[in-house]
């Protein structure tokens, strides 16, 4: 069992920048990805980013690559999603999810955390 809490969402102008806290707790030995999605109303869910935990390697997509930026502090079980130059477009609840095993995808997810850029 994995719990997972979003934080740092909020109300910023286009352009502006925010950073995403999404802390890790129960059995956080074995981790094989964490990840950031996203969901506006009315829209699917979609994929913005993820981390493979033992390389280290981040994957993003099109649409936020270049201004978005996943990390992670160990010591802290929390993963972060930095976002720069930030759109109306990006307006959105934002999940963070954790993948156990490899072969299973995502099976833990946060409440999520409301992001809205204005215009």
């Known amino acids: 069992q994995v719990q997972l809490v979003e934080s740092g969402g909020g109300l910023v102008q286009a352009g502006d920048s925010l950073r995403l806290s999404c802390a890790a707790s129960?059995?956080?030995?074995?981790?094989?990805?964490m990840g950031w999605f996203r969901q506006a109303p009315g829209k699917e869910r979609e994929f913005v980013a993820e981390?493979?935990?033992?390389?280290?390697?981040?994957s993003y997509a099109d649409s936020v690559k270049g201004r978005f930026t996943i990390s992670r502090d160990n010591a802290r079980n929390t993963v972060y999603l930095q976002m720069s130059s930030l759109k109306p477009e990006d307006t959105a609840v934002y999940y963070c999810?954790?993948?156990?095993?490899?072969?299973?995808?995502?099976?833990?997810w946060g409440q999520g955390t409301q992001v809205t850029v204005s215009s």
């Open positions: 999810a954790a993948q156990i095993n490899m072969w299973k995808g995502y099976d833990y």
């Open positions: 129960g059995r956080t030995f074995s981790t094989y990805a």
């Open positions: 981390m493979f935990w033992r390389s280290g390697s981040t």
